[in-house]
């Protein structure tokens, strides 16, 4: 079966210290890959998201990036944090089965910026 | 750009009051379409999806949603709403048939059950 592992669970960062969220998938392969910023009342934010090893489209001007060095490997990066960055951020990766496209998400990472 | 709408940011309910959020998305296209659900302290769920045919779909715990093309709607019903319901509620859609597109979520509904 497949599976999603995010990590951490939880991180508390300093103002313009660098990030690194890392995302991993089990059991596919080629999956579509995401990264989504959730806030109250704003609900889920795509941030980015990845089609191939190597290929990222950037969906709002931020001060993140992503990257992703393998096919089932998903990185969401910073070089210099700030406030506004604090928030949940979710993986997520989906793949085209049965007609449709169906997504399944991680469990996030709260992200505090001190 | 393709947008998802939810209408009711907060829903305040009574036990065994009947539901319905209401979903519109901003796409010509053809679409495959989603409630997700997130349960306090859990993460997002898929409660259930459209992806072609009947266009009323049934999901788990009772909810069902109607795709109607003509409308771009796909509204999310529950005949009797239980306590254990209070969750918040992402409607998404995922465009097809068009390479590269990510699947979008609405803002969300928050739904609160009093007993």
């Known amino acids: 079966s497949q599976t999603i592992h995010q990590w951490p669970a939880t991180l508390v960062q300093p103002v313009g210290s660098p990030l690194s969220l890392e995302c991993t998938v089990e059991g596919t392969s080629n999956p579509n890959l995401y990264w989504y910023r959730q806030a109250a009342g704003r609900g889920l934010q795509l941030l980015f998201y990845?089609?191939?090893?190597?290929?990222i489209s950037s969906e709002v001007p931020q001060n993140l990036s992503a990257s992703r060095p393998q096919d089932r490997q998903f990185i969401l990066s910073s070089k210099k944090l700030l406030l506004s960055d604090s928030g949940f951020y979710l993986c997520?990766?989906?793949?085209?089965?049965?007609?449709?496209?169906?997504?399944?998400f991680g469990q996030g990472t709260r992200l505090t910026v001190v | 750009a393709q947008s998802v709408s939810q209408h009711n940011h907060h829903v305040i309910l009574s036990e065994a009051a009947s539901l319905e959020l209401g979903c519109n998305y901003s796409?010509?296209?053809?679409?495959?379409l989603f409630w997700y659900v997130q349960y306090p302290g859990q993460h997002l769920q898929l409660l259930l999806k459209y992806f072609s045919g009947d266009p009323l779909v049934k999901g788990i715990k009772g909810f069902e949603a109607e795709f109607i093309k003509s409308k771009f709607s796909f509204n999310l019903r529950k005949p009797s709403v239980q306590w254990s319901d209070t969750a918040e509620y992402f409607c998404a859609v995922k465009p097809i048939n068009q390479a590269g597109t990510a699947l979008i979520f609405g803002k969300g509904t928050t739904l609160s059950v009093s007993s």
């Open positions: 796409y010509g296209g053809t679409v495959n």
């Open positions: 990845s089609v191939g090893i190597g290929q």
């Open positions: 997520a990766w989906s793949v085209f089965l049965r007609g449709g496209t169906e997504a399944f």
